[in-house]
DNA sequence: TGTTGTTACGGAAAACGTAAATATT
DNA sequence: AATATTTACGTTTTCCGTAACAACA
């Protein structure tokens, strides 16, 4: 039994048991792991793989046991690695962040210049994409961590942690009839009163339109989207060319920025959304890593974090 | 990077610092083990233990991370052993239950004939300690299962499900006052009638002989406890001797058996206690010992056995 | 001075790549 | 026929034990 084999069999299964791809890409010869593996199936006295004949098929009932306990010990080795580099170079390294426009454009601009103060030498990289894409993004580790409001809390064999609320806020143009409402009658807007205007918001699963959409039709109103994106950037041109009513994250609008457009705090309307970070569960996380997760959720402690991530149950 | 490495790095922890224990240990030379250990050193780039000239003394910060992470990484590759075991021969192999007295002799008479039905080539082998060692025995994986009343909840590491409740039962000479209560007289017994008698009970932290002391403490009562043992067993024989009244887990009184004896239920009085069945976290439990466990909780499905087991926070 | 850990060295074993054979689609 | 896997085989590397050396207590 070796580290090899291992190895092996998890890049086989990930290589969809092709095992001249998994010597491809792991640099060496086909029928060196061909040879590997038939060795850990002989000494654990099993068959991990399904076989027709010669081509591997898939996993057998026992390999699919093999398979996970050899994808835990792959994922410990590479622990250890991190831990490695983590005591070779405390303040290098890469961060890449997975997150959804709205994080990237309105969130993190307020953490990373002092993360960046604190880890000049970390590179950092943002990739973006759908909440579910930046699920499985980290996931497959192909970012060390998520920043998004939905979705990330559901994915299995991932942490998460509460960073910050927020509320929706309609965005209109100063022509606007809902812009000429007094504060006062601002705050008594319904739904009845929203329908009556073409809206722009949101895509699908983007920052809370799953909410605005369960708010909708559990009071049986109908809205008229007219346009949906997935950024506030797209969505407050749209409106600024008189499309209709916007729909945004309050973090996104600024009324000093925004200048040509009015904005109306609707959380009464559509509830107060978490945005939450996530990370793969059981990865070891880097010092500087653990200290962007603490800029970024400043609610919870450094201890709180740690014990979230290691899955204590004892708290 | 190998599993040799690892292996040599948890024994020489596990001996305290000390390769020549560690490599007589593992059957090996100690020049191989010393060797192995600088190489995985120098390959993390880090010093794992600390060294006061050339003896060994402890862990450095890293060396601490690296030595947990080796302790999963090995205790995934014993895993790896325990599945191969499994699949090869499904239903022999060993099963050791670290339990108390108690549940020797009286709860586990219940499940293990049933058990030898279906696994007739499973060799038991029970061992007996106090709750805290049955609590070690398992997380140093001498016993694959603990079964006791007491104290196995708190251990972390350890993985427990609720088998059964019970209550405390006195029991008396027939000669004693207490026998001649009538039934209802009997059920409005106090704690200020009880501490009119010389008691006898189990020894601390065996069977709910925590509760005891708190139900007594916390009412200001000061019993006369003449006499403490860890078995019912012995209690009843001291009992029968008329050394004081006998307060024993209820499992242990049968009317049919202990004739000599008068049993009075008192759960009223110290309250319902659950019985719990613990296995150590992460390891891979065979199917004779889920078996096991669902005979033991039989009000648990083996489901709900595996969400546990496998740390599902999911459910 | 006895105990413990590291370095040096050499034979044995295994690891791994190339080439050939065999099976599958 | 083309693709995929296993077997065969020889070289190279690594492994591991013995012996010698070095450093603590």
Redesign the pocket.
Known sequence: M?L?QFKFVRETVRRD?????AARVL?????????????LEDELGLRI?E???????GLTRPGQVVAQVVDRIMAEVDNLKKVSEEFARRDEGGLTIACTHTQARYALPKVVPEFRRRFPKVHLSLVQGSPAQLAEMVLHEQADIAVATEALAQSPGLVTLPCYTWEHVLVVTPEHPLAQLTSSAARKLTLADLVEYPLVTYERAFSGRTAIDRVFRDNGAHPDIVLEAIDADVIKTYVELGMGVGIIAGVAYDPRRDRNLVGIPVGRLFGRHTTRVAVKAGVFLRDYILTFMELLAPELGREQILAAVNGDNTA
Chains 1, 2 share one sequence.
């Open positions: 070796n090899q048991f092709n095992l001249t791809e640099h060496t010869s086909q029928p060196g792991v061909s040879k590997a593996i038939i060795e793989f076989r027709h004949g010669k081509r591997l098929r």
